[in-house]
T-cell receptor, first 115, second 112 residues
Framework: AQTVTQSQPEMSVQEAETVTLSCTYDTSESNYYLFWYKQPPSRQMILVIRQEAYKQQNATENRFSVNFQKAAKSFSLKISDSQLGDTAMYFCAFGDGAGSYQLTFGKGTKLSVIP | DVKVTQSSRYLVKRTGEKVFLECVQD?????MFWYRQDPGLGLRLIYF???????EKGDIPEGYSVSREKKERFSLILESASTNQTSMYLC???????????FGQGTRLTVV
């Protein structure tokens, strides 16, 4: 079974600054996906960024980027130029690439962007 | 855009009542999921379905059942609601062969 650990229950960052959210996971699979999902106060969970394990290049989506360290089983999210709208719960998730399609989530990090 | 719609945002039920939480998706996705979200525990999978009339237990199925009579609709059933089922419930769908899950807006259920 896979496990996903987010060691930072809460974080805060000043507007326009950069923040990094940590995530580690444990798996014996070689083919899998990793995700960061965002859940703002409105509750709609939306995908921020996705990384395929077989790709060495770190995924990037505008101000969001990841640092994927496969050997260390680490998958951190960096948010650059933080904006007030980034205030949300952030969940790291592991997806089994073998076809079960289940996602295993971490417990989440509550990020507050301070004006 | 993919749309996953849950029938209620807020629901208050009494202990012992039978509760139905409905979820509909409009993108013809094969896979559908019910998660429970509690503070400090993240999201935990209750049940999922990969086809009509097919269902699989997730990590915390006790006290719940599901129904999938049509591809677009996946219902979560609490046969006899209890106070420890007070929680946020999230429905999600995923395309066969896909990797991204699309979520509904969540239902905040309170059992009194």
């Amino acid at each position: 079974a896979q496990t996903v650990t987010q060691s930072q229950p809460e974080m805060s960052v000043q507007e326009a600054e950069t923040v990094t959210l940590s995530c580690t996971y444990d798996t014996s699979e070689s083919n899998y996906y990793l995700f960061w999902y965002k859940q703002p106060p409105s509750r709609q969970m939306i995908l921020v960024i996705r990384q395929e394990a077989y790709k060495q290049q770190n995924a990037t989506e505008n101000r969001f980027s990841v640092n994927f360290q496969k050997a260390a089983k680490s998958f951190s999210l960096k948010i650059s130029d933080s904006q007030l709208g980034d205030t949300a719960m952030y969940f790291c998730a592991f997806g089994d690439g073998a076809g079960s399609y289940q996602l295993t989530f971490g417990k989440g990090t509550k990020l507050s962007v301070i004006p | 855009d993919v749309k996953v719609t849950q029938s209620s945002r807020y629901l208050v039920k009494r202990t012992g009542e039978k509760v139905f939480l409905e979820c509909v998706q409009d993108m013809d996705h094969e896979n559908m999921f019910w998660y429970r979200q509690d503070p400090g525990l993240g999201l935990r999978l209750i049940y999922f379905s990969y086809d009509v009339k097919m269902k699989e237990k997730g990590d915390i199925p006790e006290g719940y059942s599901v129904s999938r009579e049509k591809k677009e609709r996946f219902s979560l059933i609490l046969e006899s609601a209890s106070t420890n089922q007070t929680s946020m419930y999230l429905c999600a769908s995923m395309q066969l062969g896909g990797s991204e899950a699309f979520f509904g807006q969540g239902t905040r259920l309170t059992v009194v």
